[in-house]
C-alpha cells in the first residue's frame, strides 16, 4: 500500500481541486447542479482515484486508477473549456487553470507508464 500524499501527481491534482472549487463559485447559480456539479466532481475525482489506487493490492489495479484520474482530468479540460466558452471563465481564469490542469495530465500519463513498465518487468 502506498501514502497518496507522498505522490506530487496528488498533491498537483488536489491543489487543481480547490482552484476549481474557488473558480466554480461564481458560476451562474442555475448550474449549481449541471456544470458547477460536473467540474467539481470529476476534478475532485483526479485525486480520488489516485489515493484509492494506492489503497489497493499490486501494480494492475494501482494503473487501472491512473487510468481512471487520467480520464477524469480529460473531463475536466473538457468542462473548463465548456465554462470558457460559455462566458463563466474569462480567458485568464481559464488559462491559469489550464496551466494547473496540463501538468497534472502529463504525470499521470508517466506514472501509467511507470507502473506499467514495472508490471511488464515482474512478469518477466
Known amino acids: 500500500m502506498k501514502d497518496f500524499r507522498k505522490l ?3 498533491e498537483r491534482a488536489h491543489a487543481l481541486t480547490l482552484r476549481i472549487y474557488k473558480a466554480t463559485v461564481k458560476f ?3 448550474e449549481r ?3 458547477t456539479s460536473q467540474t467539481r466532481r ?3 475525482s483526479i485525486g480520488a482515484n489516485i489515493a484509492e ?3 489497493k493490492r499490486g501494480n494492475g489495479e494501482f494503473q487501472r486508477f491512473l487510468q481512471i484520474a487520467s480520464g477524469s482530468a480529460s473531463e475536466v479540460e473538457y468542462h473548463l473549456l465548456l465554462a ?3 462566458g463563466y ?3 485568464p481564469a481559464y488559462l491559469e487553470l489550464m496551466q494547473h490542469l496540463t501538468p ?5 500519463t508517466s506514472l501509467i507508464q511507470k507502473v506499467d513498465m514495472e508490471r511488464q518487468l515482474s512478469k518477466n
Open 8 to 10: 506530487e501527481v496528488w
Open 28 to 30: 451562474p447559480a442555475d
Open 33 to 35: 447542479f449541471g456544470l
Open 42 to 44: 470529476c476534478s475532485a
Open 53 to 55: 489506487g494506492c489503497g
Open 84 to 86: 470558457h466558452d460559455l
Open 89 to 91: 471563465l474569462t480567458e
Open 104 to 108: 497534472v495530465r502529463r504525470m499521470l
